[in-house]
């Protein structure tokens, strides 16, 4: 079956740091992969997605690649900034329609 | 980028009470549209898919009697919490896709605290 992994949070990072959020993925066919924000007592936002192998999705600052061969889809930023945190879901979709996410991570950056 | 909203944002509301919660797609046509709820500093638990016109798909161990949804148009889908308990207290969040796009675009949250 289909499912998400992700690394255990809180994570807490001082303002600059580089960020990395590891998510594996376990899917039956050619999943989308996507990461998606929540901000405090907010919905879920779109951050950035890969629809296929070996794809990189970006946005502020953010990358993720798709890595088919280790079933990942890691997220990285090379300087956080208080305004990131946040909680990341990773998620995916193979048919745009069954949306699987992970338990999310929490992001804490400190000046 | 697609933006959906939610109404209300916070209710409060008595036991015994029915509360509706309305999603709406602003600025596309949603086909489909999700209704997820979501457990302090849990993930999103899918509750049930909803396509216009038709009857809402729920998830094993969701009460459709309990939670009622109706997508009455291309923009629009409610989710009726009907006698709502404590334990119906959330956070509820519905997403949408357009026709033939595979993001799904999500509101804001509705929290939800039944005293």
Known sequence: GNSVTQMEGPVTLSEEAFLTINCTY?????PSLFWYVQYPGEGLQLLLKATKADDKGSNKGFEATYRKETTSFHLEKGSVQVSDSAVYFCAL?????QFYFGTGTSLTVIP | GAVVSQHPSWVICKSGTSVKIECRSLDFQATTMFWYRQFPKQ??????TSNEGSKATYEQGVEKDKFLINHASLTLSTLTVTSAHPEDSSFYIC????????TQYFGPGTR???L
Do not use: D, R
């Not at chain 1, 979709?93 to 329609?97: D, F």
């Not at chain 2, 993930?43 to 049930?48: E, F, P």
């Open chain 2, 112 to 114: 939800l605290l039944v």
């Open chain 2, 95 to 102: 997403s949408a896709i357009n026709s033939g796009g595979e």
């Open chain 2, 43 to 48: 993930s999103l638990m899918l509750m049930a």
């Open chain 1, 26 to 30: 376990t899917a039956t066919g050619y």
């Open chain 1, 93 to 97: 979709s193979e048919t745009g329609n």
